[in-house]
């Protein structure tokens, strides 16, 4: 199995450009998230989906946009990257029930300027 | 809503010291959970505590559950340089739906 995968590893944006941060695993986990990580202020969540179908909100949702249109996939969308969006970007699965532990990806770092 | 609060944010020791990082949840956790992030790399699952006042032990890692399950902490004894990263606790409670909460981290550096 490979886990969670996310693509690309690194990515540079202009101020204003759009892009699509993809995450995908292979371990039928239903519950899936994104957090962004940022020097001094630790994981913060994006926003998370419980299955196919289902999105919502975490703490720091502003200026992206989220789907979840099959159980493998979980993209995080960008639509008009700004230079705050520059962080850390991890996607996380995670199994049955609400204590499963959650499997990171490798992240994908994003500089917006 | 629900905040973890984590101390210290950065802890530099020597090799052969011990260490303790500190979680502190506003309300009651169903759960805590604790990641290791090393430098560069993602968070990495180390452990779950789940019962008021538990105690687990991973080596030279020792991880406790506060009675009123709203603090844990995490030892490590005799710190090797192998330890070098950060120490996340992420808490789950009724407030927080789905939602783990994680705390801003532990940054451990051990020089030899």
């Known amino acids: 199995n490979a886990g969670v995968t996310q693509t690309p590893k690194f990515q540079v944006l202009k101020t204003g450009q759009s892009m699509t941060l993809q995450c995908a695993q292979d371990?039928?986990?239903?519950?899936m998230s994104w957090y962004r990580q940022d020097p001094g202020m630790g994981l913060r969540l994006i926003h998370y989906?419980?299955?196919?179908?289902?999105?919502d909100q975490g703490e720091v949702p502003n200026g992206y946009n989220v789907s979840r249109s099959t159980t493998e996939d979980f993209p995080l969308r960008l639509l008009s990257a700004a230079p705050s969006q520059t962080s850390v970007y991890f996607c996380?699965?995670?199994?049955?029930?609400?204590?499963?532990?959650?499997?990171f990806g490798n992240g994908t770092r994003l500089t917006v300027t | 809503g629900q905040q973890v609060m984590q101390i210290p944010q950065y802890q530099h020791v020597q090799e052969g010291e011990d260490f303790t990082t500190y979680c502190n949840s506003s309300?009651?956790?169903?759960?805590i959970q604790w990641y290791k992030q090393r430098p560069g790399g993602h968070p990495v699952f180390l452990i779950q505590?789940?019962?008021?006042?538990e105690v687990k032990k991973q080596k030279r890692l020792t991880f406790q559950f506060g009675e009123a399950k709203k603090n844990s902490s995490l030892h490590i004894t005799a710190t090797q340089t192998t330890d070098v990263g950060t120490y996340f606790c992420?808490?789950?409670?009724?407030?927080?739906?789905?939602?783990?909460?994680f705390g801003k981290g532990t940054s451990l550096l051990v020089t030899p």
């Open positions: 309300t009651t956790l169903s759960n």
């Open positions: 996380a699965s995670r199994g049955q029930g609400l204590s499963s532990p959650l499997h």
């Open positions: 371990m039928n986990h239903e519950y």
């Open positions: 992420a808490g789950l409670s009724r407030n927080s739906g789905y939602a783990l909460n």
């Open positions: 505590l789940v019962k008021s006042g």
């Open positions: 989906s419980v299955g196919a179908g289902i999105t």
